[in-house]
């Protein structure tokens, strides 16, 4: 097990250091689709290729931090009903959840999204669009996404067996409610205003 655990932790810092760095990728998408409206009502001209490229920065966003959000326990849960179960039971729902729901998923979807990108490669597919861009590259985003994501969901069945064997501290035990975290980022705004109104 620590062996799997050395591992896992591997795979966290991967990750991690990707995702960080990553969405910064938000900032670029943010310029090109400002500069892209700039030039639109001022100028009135437009570029597929820029409005394509917006898709492309967006897709990587969400497709190539995924396994970051997952990491950080970010990911949507129905918080209300799932702070009201015990630790253990938390745990087990966490263990199914990503051994027969999210790895399944994940391997239907890498097998799928090879196929689609291989055939898109091979023809060198091309955007409908009027310089437009390549549509090849966008298409890997999901096969790259998806073998990220694989290999942090086994990251997370590693760590979760670790919990229920009481190797590592159980990450649900430290985690905060969102009305604890909306009550703290309260408190931190409150905090920030009367410091700057003195």
């Known amino acids: 097990m620590h062996l799997l655990l050395s591992l896992s932790r591997g795979i966290d810092a991967f ?7 990553l969405s910064w990728v938000i900032v ?23 409005l394509e490229l917006q898709w492309v920065l967006f897709s990587v966003v969400f497709l190539l931090c995924s396994p970051w959000t997952l990491l950080s326990n970010e990911h949507i849960r129905i918080d209300i009903i799932n702070h009201t179960l015990p630790l ?9 959840g990503h051994v027969f729901f999210l790895v399944p998923f994940t391997l239907l979807l890498l097998w799928t999204s090879i196929w689609f990108f291989v ?13 437009g861009l390549p549509q090849w590259p966008a298409k890997s985003l999901i ?3 998806c073998t990220l994501l694989l290999v942090q969901a086994v990251s997370e069945i590693i760590k979760r067996a670790a919990m229920m064997q009481g190797l590592i501290p159980d990450s649900n035990e430290t ?5 604890e975290i909306a009550e703290m980022e309260a408190l931190r705004l409150a905090q920030a205003i009367k410091s700057e109104t003195r």
């Open 119 to 131: 055939t898109s490669y091979r023809q060198n597919e091309q955007s409908f669009s009027a310089g």
């Open 15 to 21: 990750n991690a250091r990707l995702g960080r760095w």
């Open 175 to 179: 985690a905060l409610s969102a009305h």
């Open 88 to 96: 253990k039971v938390r745990g087990w729902i966490d263990m199914i």
């Open 28 to 50: 670029i998408a943010v310029l090109v689709s400002s500069g892209n409206a700039i030039v639109r009502k001022v100028f009135d001209q437009s570029s597929n290729s820029f």
């Open 143 to 145: 096969m790259i996404g």
